[in-house]
């Protein structure tokens, strides 16, 4: 068979796969042009050319931005990280959180489910988003309601984290290695768990610890060496490479207030008092994210919610506080 019509084969069952994997638009990025290519080649070494991926795309898209006048950028550059697919944490995250929750090789089975693939042969790439100073200094000067660009950041930016996924998993697709964005996959959904009240079927911050980049804060939120105002965004591929080194054993060891009994002052952030002593309360914060929607339409005009104080303001909000 041509060479060419063996591509074109490839190209179609790798939108099939992506369709299934539920990467809507996925398309668009199998033909992507108009962004300069990741600078570091496939080949020689597979985590340098992800982390090109994410990188450069987050440099050169324009969908990264607040979609405001001066059109500013939502994001500041990524973080990457990659965990085994076959590393154990991601049973013990079942283990704890229930069994609807997904290993690596679950989600790519179900994505890919003519795939023959192991466990070992997966890898979980994350990526982490850090919020812009200027969006950050907009929500730092706030205690009540939101800022707008932290709104527009929330809204848009996660948008473009959507984009980002499909992006990445595309054009791993595309070099031959079946891909898949967990959180935009059908089946990812909502569940309750008896531990944690509810759960999602994936969690991109449980994954952006596996891969090294962060613990977790008396808030949830997870610290990452750029802070814990950020986003965070994963997909899981049919490709090997090494782990990132997790430098950390605790999954609380950056948080000042587990490490050291000092801090807390996400709890005083907060300004629905869901952040205690005692840790995080899930639905007094779904309740308060709630109520920012109805502000953000009535003051900004924006569909969409945003709180995120406990990030701003805060030591943590930029690095890891010492
Ligand atoms: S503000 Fe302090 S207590 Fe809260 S997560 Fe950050 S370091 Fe921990
Ligand atoms: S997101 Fe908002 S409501 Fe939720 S814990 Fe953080 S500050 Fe509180």
Redesign the pocket.
């Known amino acids: 068979m041509r060479p060419d019509l063996n591509r074109r084969k490839f190209l179609a069952a790798s939108a099939r796969g992506a369709a299934a994997a539920g990467l809507a638009g996925v398309a668009r990025h199998l033909n992507w042009l108009g962004i300069p290519a990741a600078r570091a080649a496939q080949g020689e070494n597979p985590s340098d050319w992800i982390t090109s991926l994410v990188r450069d795309y987050t440099a050169n898209s324009p969908l990264n931005s607040l979609k405001n006048e001066a059109a500013e950028k939502a994001w500041d550059e990524p973080l990457v990280g990659f965990c085994r697919g076959d590393d154990s944490i991601f049973q013990l995250y079942k283990d704890r959180v229930g069994p609807f929750h997904w290993t690596p090789l679950e989600i790519f089975r179900l994505a890919f489910p003519d795939d023959p693939a192991r466990a070992d042969e997966l890898t979980v790439i994350s990526w982490i988003l850090p919020h812009t100073e200027a969006v950050k200094a907009d929500l730092r000067k706030e205690t009540k309601n939101p800022s707008e660009k932290w709104v527009r950041a929330r809204i848009y930016g996660e948008e473009f984290n959507e984009d980002l996924r499909r992006y990445v998993a595309a054009s791993l697709l595309k070099s031959g290695h079946p891909a898949v964005a967990p959180s935009l996959s059908p089946g990812f959904k909502t569940e309750k768990s008896e531990r944690y009240v509810f759960a999602s079927t994936w969690s991109e911050r449980h994954a952006a610890y596996a891969a090294g980049l962060g613990t977790f804060g008396l808030?949830?939120?997870l610290i990452t060496p750029k802070g814990k105002a950020m986003r965070c965004g994963a997909v899981v591929a049919r490709i090997q490479v090494a782990g990132t080194p997790r430098p950390y054993e605790d999954h609380h060891a950056y948080c000042l207030f587990y490490a050291k009994g000092i801090c807390g002052l996400?709890t005083t952030?907060?300004?629905?008092g869901?952040?205690t002593k005692s840790g995080?309360d899930k639905q007094?914060?779904m309740k308060?994210?709630a109520a920012?929607a109805q502000y953000a339409d009535k003051q900004f005009g924006l569909k969409g919610y945003g709180?995120?104080?406990?990030?701003t303001g805060v030591p943590c909000e930029s690095r890891i506080p010492v």
């Open positions: 808030c949830d939120g996400c952030r907060c300004p629905a869901a952040v995080h007094a914060c308060q994210c920012t709180c995120g104080f406990c990030q």
